[in-house]
């Protein structure tokens, strides 16, 4: 069973810079997808970035093209998403995602996850709990 857990969020002013972190267990597959992704109140899960393990290759949302960055440190089996330039409406809570049947094609597109409605996004793959992220103005 793979097991993800978050961590790095809190509270932080406009303009500010958050690093989040996931630390992923469970799993031995030197190759995976793993993402990040966010929903704020009242709105629908959205993707934000993917990271394929197995060469590194990433996916961005135009909404944070730019402003933030996946990466991924294999010894640690953990990934991050570093946030720079952080604006009001990235408030939300935040989540990270693996999902070992999409492949480097796939997942350099954003994954299988960019295909779906944010409310079926959760379907695919194995999901974090998530952590809060606020940015006040």
């Known amino acids: 069973q793979v097991h993800l857990v978050e961590s790095g969020g809190g509270s932080v002013q406009e303009g500010g810079s958050l690093r989040l972190s996931c630390a992923s267990s469970g799993y031995t597959y030197s190759n995976i997808c793993l993402g990040w992704f966010r929903q704020a109140p009242g709105k629908e899960r959205e993707g934000l970035a993917t990271i394929y393990t197995g060469g590194g290759s990433t996916y961005y949302d135009d909404s944070v093209k730019g402003r933030f960055a996946i990466s991924h440190d294999a010894a640690k089996n953990t990934m991050y998403l570093q946030m720079n330039s952080l604006k009001p409406e990235d408030t939300a809570i935040y989540y990270c995602?693996?999902?070992?049947?999409?492949?480097?094609?796939?997942?350099?597109?954003?994954?299988?996850?960019?295909?779906?409605?944010?409310?079926?996004?959760?379907?695919?793959?194995?999901w974090g709990q998530g952590t809060q992220v606020t940015v006040s103005s």
């Open positions: 995602a693996a999902d070992k049947s999409a492949g480097p094609g796939t997942c350099r597109r954003g994954g299988t996850w960019r295909s779906m409605s944010g409310k079926d996004m959760g379907t695919v793959g194995f």
